[in-house]
């Protein structure tokens, strides 16, 4: 970083598929003008995310003696296994405390987040799963293409379509659903042939990610 120290790296793994290479990097961060604090970055196969800030103190750490000063320290993440792209790290940043109405002390201290990829679809689809939860017709399609699902819950649902180069093509849908037997017909006039990942999430989480054709 031009501008920033960076240390004490920690790393968890993120995908959910075979080659779905892809993870979540924490650091502790710093600078002369810059608290000590936390930060993270996605990475993405063959691409890092920009620095995403996930706190910074209130102030520099001045806890040591002497001229060199420990400005953070270890760090930890700890992939959620059952909840799809969720982490919990932690993390150091900068605080002080006031006694008698002066500053009293500059220290270090812990700060635990929870974080969630922000992307976990398969690199290739060949590795996506089957499922019974999604019913698409017709698949390969010309114009529309109509998809089924047996939704276990109410919440949530956002449906969104990929390209097998993993970049987004069209954000189809964003509505609440009931449990049960649900039912949405898209139309794909302005898609151009190939490819494409349909993918799923009920609150947050994926439910279904499908290989779809466009003829």
């Known amino acids: 970083d031009d501008t920033l120290d ?47 800030n996930i706190y910074t103190g209130n102030s520099y750490v001045n806890y040591l003696p002497g001229v060199y000063e420990r400005w953070g320290d270890y760090t930890g993440s700890q992939r959620k296994y059952n909840e799809t792209g969720i982490v919990w790290v932690n993390g150091n940043y900068g605080y002080y405390y006031v006694t008698g109405g002066f500053i009293a002390h500059r220290d270090n201290a812990t700060w635990i987040a929870k974080l969630q990829s922000s992307d976990s679809l398969p690199l290739s689809t060949n590795d996506i799963p089957t499922t019974d939860k999604n019913i698409i017709y017709p698949n390969p399609f010309e114009h529309t293409f109509i998809t089924e699902l047996n939704v276990p819950a109410s919440g949530e649902m956002h449906i969104v379509l990929f390209d097998v180069q993993r970049n987004l093509v069209k954000d189809l849908l964003l509505s609440q659903v009931n449990a049960g037997k649900n039912q949405f017909q898209f139309s794909t006039q302005s898609l151009a042939s190939g490819t494409y990942i349909l993918k799923i999430e009920l609150n947050g989480k994926i439910f279904s990610a499908e290989k779809v054709i466009k003829q």
Do not use: K
Not at 17 to 40: E, K, L, R, V
């Open 6 to 52: 960076l240390g004490y790296p920690d790393i968890s793994y993120t995908g959910n598929y075979d080659d779905d290479i892809q993870s979540i990097i924490i650091c502790d961060h710093t600078s002369p003008t810059t608290n000590a604090g936390m930060s993270a970055f996605f990475f993405n196969y063959d691409s890092y995310s920009e620095r995403v």
